[in-house]
Every structure is written in C-alpha cells, then in structure tokens.
Nanobody, 124 residues
C-alpha cells in the first residue's frame, strides 16, 4: 500500500531553519505532484508548497514565499522542504501529500495520499 513518511520536524528558535523530508513507497512517485501542507491548532489545513512531477515547477503559499524551498528526488522517491527564517506563526503539523495530476493543486481534498505529519514548533 502507499506510504508517505515525514521526518525532520522539531523545535527551533525564530529565525532558524529546519529541513523536512518525506519518503514514499507503494506509488509511481514520478507520476505524482508532491506537496506540503500544514495545520495549526484550530485552523484549516493550509497549502505550503508543491512541486511538479519532474521538479521543473514549484508553487508556494504566500506566507512562505522566499523562505521555504521544495525539492524532490525521483530516484530516491523523496520530497523535501527546506524552511529558513522560521517564524512562530510557522508552528504547525506539516504533512506530505501526493496528487496524481499534472497540475499543482492547493486544495487538500484533491490530494490522494497523505503522511501522518511531523510537528514543527518555532519559539519566539
């Protein structure tokens, strides 16, 4: 079956950096748009970043543009999120998601598979 497993979350001070990774199995990885979403307590799940099948295109949520970078390695079936200049408002559970479509979509219900999430906490 399909599995997406996130890693790399943790506690960091404001202004610091973290790198999240998502390892996939059970799917033809290069046929899926891969994205990161996040969800803070009491808030809706929010699109963070997405990357196209071969990594030629990336799209970011407005709140993370210029600070986060998404990348993928189709040989290793992994997608990563480099997060720099972190702010307390970036605190959330971060989820990796896979969507079997050519386009990068930003609505969570449109995604086919999800990881279990990894907690990121940014202290002020």
């Amino acid at each position: 079956q399909v599995q997406l497993v996130e890693s790399g979350g943790g506690l960091v001070q404001a202004g610091g950096s973290l790198r999240l990774s998502c390892a996939s199995s059970g799917l033809t990885f290069s046929n899926f748009v891969m994205s990161w979403f996040r969800q803070a307590p009491g808030k809706e799940r929010e699109f963070v970043a997405g990357i196209s099948w071969v990594g030629s295109n990336a799209y970011y949520g407005n709140s993370v543009k210029g600070r986060f970078t998404i990348s993928r390695d189709n040989a290793k079936n992994t997608v990563s999120l480099q997060m720099n200049s972190l702010k307390p408002e970036d605190t959330a559970v971060y989820y990796c998601a896979a969507d079997n479509t050519p386009a990068i979509r930003t609505r969570a219900p449109e995604y086919d598979y999800w990881g279990q999430g990894t907690q990121v906490t940014v202290s002020s």
